[in-house]
């Protein structure tokens, strides 16, 4: 069902649907409730109040509703299907027999007749005797049949060149919906992220071995699951993708080097390349140099397109150490730019009334999320600010080489009169940085939007990473914390 696409755009129901029947196998449906999966599933704080709160409800009507849709569908043919009753949360998994049916036409059955008589015949009769019934239907299922294939070799000629162009573009439209995710270490099934998102297990490697560090705490990440095992060595990946243009995240974390690890070093100790079909694309790459040991590291690739075999490979090459790598991800591109980043400072992704998907909150570290109540205004989709990090922030968003635009949405729901808080202009004052570059100094949103409870965008142009593959950009506070609401990266490529 994971797999099947069909809640590739509803991260939150993937959440919910993949809670649930963890729940179910284990043994544990008594734990299948609102409150659990609000908190565990959809991570909802503690205090979480399904009275006031009906996320739980909504996401599991979405999720009856969705499943309804697959099984008319592409499911129909599914042994097992799942349900989920009405006014529960708890699945059931239902055995659906497929139903058979079968045409026989039996030889009818001679009647019996006195000795040397034949069947009565109608005194008026001229021609042979009526055929039997049996007859009749043979008869009409052979002309039935070979009118449909009539008609079939018809069309198979007629619109020999439609098939093909028919053809051509699903394979188009298969390559630009197509992503995959590979999480090594993960031995069988698939992993769903906080963010919604779905690993599939190790394969199409050659080479290298699986070292895991359980319990080790990764920085950077809000998904320590996916930085927790690396496959190490000389190895090298061949993965088969459709044709179409991509791009590609490799994702790092060093766990075994470094000066409170068990093996110590640090900068220099391990150092590797990375090829993609023969093209070096890392070179003398050291994870602790980008971002220090126990920490998520993650470098980005554009115009990424499979090998004439129809293949990506990928080569990890060592130097100093072995090389590694705990997580491939391979998404649809745009030939010759990035595709647009979206985030919104929330724990899950958010769909915008265009139709985009802002992804959950990422690549940050300090400050923390909240959900703000207060209304925005001046902007077609307030929802989109709903949510917002706070603190003394800073992002390390990875990206190819290149320009880039960079928007910072902000709405102050915190100060003003009238507000929790009160006070209003110079109540929270802070200075916007990228790559260590003030881009704003004593930046402050009431005053900059005119108010509480109103938008403003703050667009900064002309962007480019630093040596170490990422925007990095800092918000830090001068007078109480520093917030931002969502962010956009756009390539200013042509």
């Keep these: ?117 034949g069947p009565p015949r109608s005194r008026t009769s001229i021609g042979p005797a009526e055929p039997r019934s049996g007859y009749r239907l043979w008869v009409a299922m052979l002309c039935l049949a070979m009118a449909v294939c009539g008609l079939l070799a018809w069309k198979a000629v007629s619109a020999g060149t439609a098939k093909v162009a028919a053809s051509r573009a699903a394979g188009i439209a298969a390559a630009s919906s197509y992503e995959i995710r590979i999480l090594t270490g993960l031995k069988d099934g698939t992993y769903t ?12 490697f050659e080479g290298g071995a699986v070292f895991e560090a359980a319990g080790q705490r990764i920085a950077g990440t809000r998904d320590q699951h996916l930085y927790r095992s690396r496959r190490e060595g000389a190895f090298s990946y061949d993965i088969p993708l459709p044709p179409g243009v991509y791009e590609l995240r490799l994702h790092f974390a060093e766990t075994l080097f470094g000066e409170n690890n068990i093996a110590g070093g640090g900068e220099g100790t391990r150092t590797f390349n990375v090829f993609a079909n023969g093209v070096r694309i890392l070179r003398a790459f050291d994870v602790i140099n980008d971002v220090g040991a126990d920490a998520a590291d993650t470098r980005a690739f554009k115009d990424i397109s499979p090998a004439a075999d129809g293949k990506l490979h990928l080569k990890f090459e060592p130097e100093s150490s072995p090389a590694i790598v705990s997580g491939i991800e391979i998404t649809r591109g745009i030939p010759g730019k990035m595709a647009p980043i979206r985030m919104v400072s929330r724990e899950h992704p958010y769909t915008d009334k265009q139709g985009r998907t802002w992804e959950a909150d990422e690549y940050s570290q300090g400050g923390q999320l909240a959900v703000r109540t207060e209304p925005v205004l001046n902007i077609d989709d307030p929802e989109l600010l709903r949510g917002e990090r706070y603190g003394n922030l800073t992002y390390a968003i990875p990206v190819p080489p290149g320009r880039y635009t960079v928007k910072l949405y902000f709405a102050e729901t915190w100060f003003g009169p009238g507000s929790f808080a009160g006070g209003g202009a110079g109540s929270r004052i802070f200075d916007i940085l990228c790559n260590g570059v003030a881009e704003r100094r004593g930046f402050d949103i009431f005053k900059e939007a005119r108010g509480s409870g109103r938008a403003i965008i703050v667009p900064l142009h002309g962007l480019e990473p630093d040596p170490y593959g990422k925007i990095a950009l800092s918000l830090r506070p001068s007078r109480n914390y520093a917030s931002l609401n969502a962010l956009e990266v756009t390539d200013e490529s042509k």
């Design 1 to 117: 069902m994971l797999a099947s696409g069909i809640l590739d755009r509803a991260p939150n129901l993937a959440l919910v649907l993949t809670y649930i029947c963890e729940k179910y196998f284990e043994g544990a449906t008594e734990q299948i409730k609102e409150y659990n999966v609000a908190v565990e599933a959809l991570g909802r704080p503690a205090e979480f109040d399904q009275k006031r709160n009906s996320i739980v409800r909504v996401e599991a009507h979405r999720l009856r509703k969705r499943l309804r849709e697959y099984y008319e569908s592409e499911g129909a043919n599914h042994d097992v299907w799942i349900d989920i009753p009405s006014g529960q949360y708890a699945p059931q998994f239902v055995r659906r027999r497929p139903v058979e049916l079968s045409l026989s036409v039996q030889s009818p059955v001679a009647p019996a007749y006195p000795d040397n008589a």
């Design 193 to 204: 992220d906080r963010f919604g998102r779905t690993w599939q297990s190790d394969g199409y």
